[in-house]
């Protein structure tokens, strides 16, 4: 009876083994290209405390890459501090990088009807808007693009699940029908819209996101984006996305 038993253990450890031998090798280290939005001279929005976006997305995707790095992810940072791309070399850089997928990451702002003056606790004149919050997902869905719609939704959906799960919110202000916005959301629940004309998406050759991590004209939002710890939720979140990306995608 107890050769028996410990028969069984070591079968259910080799299965274990198994199971866990056959996903790894059925879900190889990704090729990531990071792509951080804007540039020094092109500096995207304005921060509620005045602060230039891509000091933001500069920020996080230096936490996003030293994350998937420890996941064995072979990541290119695209657009670093000291770069300025043109949104086309960006992808070019991609596709030379032979990346398997393409994540651009941004921070958000309002239409200007929603923004309000004030003055910062240094006593600078800025302007806000407390209005709305929230992260967005944007994928291409042009007819030039119909290689990689299926898989850039996939991505999409992944990120929104994991993003949800990590206690983070979508904003669907992107959705409003006023000048400026009027986007196409694909999925509410996870803040997935259709934007077919940005350019880094368009242009990538690989499956593609753009996620507006926040809204920083937000006051309080903008606090918590400029957490290192919520940076690493962020960040940790989309490492999880990646792992059911790959997942899902096994033949």
């Not at 031998?21 to 921060?47: F, K």
């Not at 000291?82 to 398997?100: I, M, P, Y």
């Not at 799960?165 to 196409?184: D, M």
Request: glycine share 6%; proline share 5%; aromatic share 6%.
């Amino acid at each position: 009876m107890q050769n028996r038993k410990l028969t069984g253990v070591v079968l259910m450890l080799l299965l274990v083994h198994g199971l866990a031998g056959s996903v790894q090798a059925a879900c190889p280290a990704l090729r990531i290209a990071l792509d951080v939005g804007h540039s020094q001279a092109r500096p995207g929005a304005r921060s509620a405390s005045g602060l230039p976006e891509v000091e933001f997305n500069v920020a996080l995707a230096e936490v996003v890459a030293a994350q998937l790095r420890t996941q064995d992810y072979t990541v290119l940072s695209i657009n670093r501090r000291d770069e300025q791309l043109s949104l086309t070399e960006r992808t070019r850089r991609a596709a030379a990088f032979k990346a398997d997928l393409f994540l651009s990451l941004h921070h958000d702002s309002v239409q200007p009807r929603y923004l309000l003056p004030w003055f910062t606790p240094e006593g600078r004149a800025e302007h806000y808007s407390d209005r709305f919050a929230g992260y967005s997902l944007f994928i291409s869905t042009a007819p030039d693009r119909a290689k990689t719609v299926a898989a850039s939704r996939a991505l999409a959906m992944q990120l929104g699940n994991a993003l949800r799960a990590a206690s983070l919110t979508p904003t669907l202000h992107h959705a409003e029908p006023i000048p400026g916005e009027g986007r196409k959301l694909l999925d509410a629940e996870r803040g997935v819209y259709r934007f077919d004309e940005l350019v880094v998406l368009r242009s990538a050759t690989m499956p593609a996101v753009l996620l507006e991590a926040g809204v920083i004209v937000n006051r309080a939002e903008e606090a918590r984006l400029r957490q290192p710890a919520y940076q690493q939720r962020i960040a940790e979140a989309i490492s999880a996305a990646l792992r059911a990306y790959c997942a899902g995608m096994r033949p």
